[in-house]
């Protein structure tokens, strides 16, 4: 098997470090990840400046730019041939509920499945790296499983408790659940005195009920949802069509 693994907190986190080093030891892997840190980045891709790609001493490459750069690139124009698998991550932090549409974590994984390729955005629930090769090992554990039953491409975002990893819950299916909206800006000044905004925290969960991923988690499990990226609202549509006779 041949991975292409991607992240958004940068070659040199300790969550895509993790991730290499346990899927190394089951498939060929090749990793292509931003230059620095660039959580929060979506989907966006850098059409106004060319983009460079460095190898880093540890065999890793790394683009000055987004996720979803690094992934394009990979499958456009450097790698010989389709990797069988794109995984993203392990990321620094929770991607769930509508965290979804500002991962650059999904985001990697999501321009894979727009190219037909199966992928897996994976991330710990928490932030600081604690129990991060716990979580490795169930990212291994899931890419080892077979996917006939899926339909293929697939795209799976996976969200891991920090724990041990025998302590960790059963893999779990689930749905995303919502937040409330985010916390206000944080006003303050640059050093020549000018306003500035930093952007708030991520608000409460609004829908954390039974059968999310908010929820599975919360109880210790591996939260395991599958995404599309149809976003059409089907059941406007036979309004829309009302209000437009």
Known sequence: MRILISNDDGYLAPGIQALADALAAIADIVVVAPDSNRSGASNSLSLDRPLSVSKAANGFYFVNGTPTDCVHIAL?????????????????????????????TVAAATEAYLFG?????????????SEVESAARVARDIVQRRFETLESPFLLNVNIPN????????????????????????????????EIFWIGAPGACRDAGEGTDFHATSQGRV???????????????????????
Do not use: C, K
Request: charged share 20%; no cysteine; aromatic share 6%.
């Open 223 to 245: 939260s395991i949802t599958p995404l599309q990226v149809d976003l059409t609202h089907r059941e406007q549509l036979a309004s829309l069509r009302g209000w437009l006779a």
């Open 163 to 194: 724990l041990p990893y025998e302590q960790m819950g059963p893999l779990t299916a689930t749905r995303l659940g919502r937040r409330h909206q985010s916390e206000p800006v944080i006003r303050g000044q640059d050093p020549r005195g000018r």
């Open 76 to 104: 456009t124009g450097m790698l010989d041939g389709r990797p069988d698998l794109v995984v993203s991550g392990i990321n620094n932090g929770q991607n769930m509920g509508d965290d979804t549409l500002y991962s650059g």
């Open 117 to 129: 390729i199966p992928a897996i955005a994976f991330s710990q629930v928490h932030s600081g790296w």
